[in-house]
């Protein structure tokens, strides 16, 4: 268990501190992307079948305000449904950008080498071009995983948006009835 957390120690210094604050922000998605995940496929079902019921329980459920109320209804599970999403792809988009931060700090670190020993010394230049190109690295998986996670859930939700609208039909009268009566 030791050599592991050596082992990862190795790598975020081998990486430099940018390699934390990225590998904190992929941790931070990855909870936000299981929490979606978990309310998908666990609590959703319940407030969908909740809902469904209580439009079902309404008697009116053809005039306009019947109508305010199935959009009000819909728009609910709907904010239910995104709820952390925009936060997981503000997260995916800011994963590319810490690792470009890591290429730059890492090239001052190559510049600073260069200056102090000249050209010659690779040995010395190498350390810094790995600090460059680790969080890069770093930063573009984490963004790929990322990227992947947030429009499947992004797909979910729009599915799952579409099933409760066809779930909660309104019930229009007849337009031929509507005319006979007037």
């Given at each position: 268990?030791?050599?592991?957390?050596e082992a990862i120690r190795?790598?975020?210094?081998?990486?430099?501190?940018?390699?934390?604050?990225?590998?904190?922000?992929?941790?931070?998605?990855?909870?936000?992307?299981?929490?979606?995940?978990?309310?998908?496929?666990?609590?959703?079902?319940?407030?969908?079948?909740?809902?469904?019921?209580?439009?079902?329980?309404?008697?009116?459920?053809?005039?306009?305000?019947?109508?305010?109320?199935?959009?009000?209804?819909?728009?609910?599970?709907?904010?239910?449904?995104?709820?952390?999403?925009?936060?997981?792809?503000?997260?995916?988009?800011?994963?590319?950008?810490?690792?470009?931060?890591?290429?730059?700090?890492?090239?001052?670190?190559?510049?600073?080498?260069?200056?102090?020993?000249?050209?010659?010394?690779?040995?010395?230049?190498?350390?810094?071009?790995?600090?460059?190109?680790?969080?890069?690295?770093?930063?573009?998986?984490?963004?790929?995983?990322?990227?992947?996670?947030?429009?499947?859930?992004?797909?979910?939700?729009?599915?799952?948006?579409?099933?409760?609208?066809?779930?909660?039909?309104?019930?229009?009268?007849?337009?031929a009835a509507s005319r006979?009566?007037?």
């Open positions: 268990m030791f050599e592991i957390f190795d790598f975020t210094e081998t990486g430099g501190q940018v390699l934390l604050v990225i590998g904190l922000l992929i941790f931070i998605m990855w909870l936000l992307i299981l929490e979606r995940a978990l309310y998908v496929f666990i609590w959703h079902k319940q407030f969908k079948n909740q809902t469904i019921a209580a439009w079902e329980a309404r008697s009116d459920r053809s005039s306009w305000f019947a109508e305010q109320i199935r959009q009000a209804m819909i728009s609910r599970v709907s904010l239910k449904l995104k709820g952390s999403i925009p936060v997981i792809q503000a997260l995916v988009a800011l994963c590319p950008l810490l690792g470009l931060m890591g290429t730059v700090t890492g090239m001052i670190e190559v510049f600073d080498v260069m200056a102090i020993s000249g050209s010659g010394n690779a040995r010395s230049m190498a350390s810094g071009v790995s600090k460059a190109t680790i969080p890069t690295m770093a930063g573009m998986v984490g963004a790929l995983s990322g990227v992947f996670a947030s429009t499947w859930l992004t797909r979910i939700s729009k599915t799952e948006k579409m099933h409760i609208e066809d779930a909660m039909t309104l019930d229009h009268e007849p337009v006979q009566q007037a």
